[in-house]
């Protein structure tokens, strides 16, 4: 293939003519209102404007300014003249030097951000304008060439397309499960088991007796204002049936206080302070701090009866975000909401997970919440928060409960960081594939396409590197062909195993989302992905184990046939890995949990920005991480801890979290 400098003057050829506005509107034709990063003209019916224009004609190349490098560019195909604002610019083109769909491609290319970078001042950041685009200089093929690749990227963009599709409908998918969860929950269906298994459990009539009591003491002792009392339940609110040692309550009955913040606050806003919640920071049902904003307040503004406490229910009240919730799970300095939230306080704050839980259920008080708005402005007062009504199990009960959610809900989180890592990985082929098209190493990726074409196994070699499953797959192969054979080898071994060679040898290939589970750190997508693909690929399966708990791996056909990949793969890593599996074959399970656990821990403070120390990694271990590791003593996590020292098994805060950062330490990381 022979790829030719040429000026995009040579082949382009400015359409004249800026027209004032007031000629413009004169002439009673459409203009383009967008153009979309497939290539679709947008006409706006509306004519009359107050801005210059330029005319575009049929059979014209019409290329946006702005977002020109993400797709923007397309030819105006139909009948009549149409008007485009200044932030456009308009062309004839010679269709027998350029095809528009190559060109359309070669502009989402990073070789044409490059070649901003290099031949105009300001780059990538400039509005593309006729005096920028027609002298640049670029390579290319001859026509037919040019159509050649252009319908080969049209048909790797289907399948994207298709596969973006299929990601979308498994994360619409997830979601519903998520919400099936909790709707199961609210409703008493995961616990029945507990139920029947704990029938002489206090019932919840008897915790909100003590709740009464206490808020009426309270009120006696002037700490909190009297209250109008609640409309009493009725049947009809209630919308499912509840375990009969559960009580409907409305949620004011349960609260000290409900509040929201003043308004008026852009008058402290300041660039440190006190943390100043808003409602995009509860849009995702938890509090993330990415986009902090902070405040200074006088020592007696109206403002600080929304202080935000440990234990606080947040709910958004107005906006886009409506009913939004967030638990306040640490504790911070100083904290407040702005007057878009509303701020419920618990009288007893152990109910706050469960609570927490039932808020952000749609087919529970979630919907209930949304009825009460009403209008185009969406909007919920006070009243409607105190009034929605929450179902309360026994207290012991809401502990199961919760426990039961999270567990499900970790699982499920595993899952989405797996979704939208599929989502990830196709925008960075695509990335790819338009930087091999056309950089200068174009002629090999020619070869490549053709190779891909005649389904050449070399080139089915290079689709499968980059597979981030096949990937995946030979490091769980290699770690299974040399560990299988051990009587201690098993799936939760697997799990630790795969998960300290990953971050030890600094694979980031593997790109795993480990969460915390009992027995350590742990990816249940990755696993469930590694041992089909090891299945599919005649390696080795999962199968349970002969008389006893769990599953061991059994050798298929083509067992160690992945070696050469794994070679190919990881040359300069490969006897680190090896290493550690050695090293690791013989040991118990349980020695391998508490090396992960300790080495996850570890990692995580360093990825949080924490001090690292014995202290600190087993306050991780024994306080956040599972109420199982303290059946292990303390003396052999530090003897572990002791060895990975010794054998330089050092975390350097490679990859991904186990947990979210702690919030306290979010907000005491950005104080001065």
Known sequence: MNWKHTKLSDFLTERDGRIKYEHANQLGLQRIKKIDFSGNIHLDAE???????????????????????????AVHGGE?????????????????????????????????????????PGGIKTELKPKHILPLKVKLPKLSEQITIANRLNRFRLEQLKLEHEITHQQSLLAKLKQAVLHEAIQGKLTAGWRAAHPEVEPAKQLIHRIQAEKA??????????????????????????????????????????????????????????????????????????????????????????????NDLLITITGGNLAKTALIEDEFDEAYVSQHIALTRLIDTDLAKWIYQALITEAGPRA????????????????????????????????????????LMTICSAMEAEIEHSRTHADHLLQAVLK???????????????QMDEKDPEAEIILLHSSPEFIRAVLAAEIVDRMHSDRTFGQIKFQKVIYLTEHIAQLAEIDSRPARFQNGPHDPGLIAQVEAKMKDCEWFEAVPRSGGYGSEYCPLAKASSHRNFFEQLWPKQAAVIRRLIDEMKTWKTERCERFATLYAAWNDLIIWQRPVSNDTILD??????????LQIPKTKWLESLSWMRSKGYIPTGFGHPTAPKPQSELFSSCSP
């Open 80 to 120: 009549d003249d149409v008007l485009a604002t200044i932030h456009y610019s308009a062309y004839e083109f010679n269709s027998g030097r350029i095809s528009v769909e190559f060109l359309k491609w070669f502009f989402k290319s990073p070789e044409f951000s490059d070649l901003l970078r290099e031949q105009i």
């Open 436 to 450: 091999e098209t056309f950089a200068p190493a174009e002629q090999r990726f020619a070869a490549t396409m053709a």
């Open 620 to 629: 991780e271990v024994l306080k956040r991480w599972h109420p199982d590791k």
């Open 47 to 73: 004519t009359d404007t107050k801005t210059d224009m330029i005319r575009v004609k049929r059979g014209d190349l019409v290329i946006s300014g702005i977002n020109a490098a993400k797709g923007a560019i």
């Open 217 to 310: 003491r309270l009120i006696a002792a002037k700490k909190l204002r009297p209250e109008k009392p609640l409309p009493k339940i009725t049947g009809a609110e209630t919308k499912f049936e509840i375990p009969k040692s559960w009580v409907w309550c409305r949620y004011g009955d349960l609260c000290e206080y409900v509040t929201s913040g003043s308004r008026g606050w852009q008058q402290y806003y300041a660039d440190s302070g006190a943390l100043f919640i808003r409602a995009q920071n509860i849009k995702t049902d938890n509090l993330n701090l990415d986009d902090e904003t902070f405040v200074e307040l006088p020592d007696k503004a109206e403002g600080t009866r929304a202080k935000v406490q440990k």
């Open 368 to 407: 209930q919440l949304l009825g009460f708005s009403r209008g185009d402005k969406p909007g919920l007062n006070l009243p409607n928060v105190r009034h929605v009504l929450i179902p309360i199990p026994p207290i012991a009960e809401q502990a199961a409960v919760v426990e039961r959610v999270e567990a």
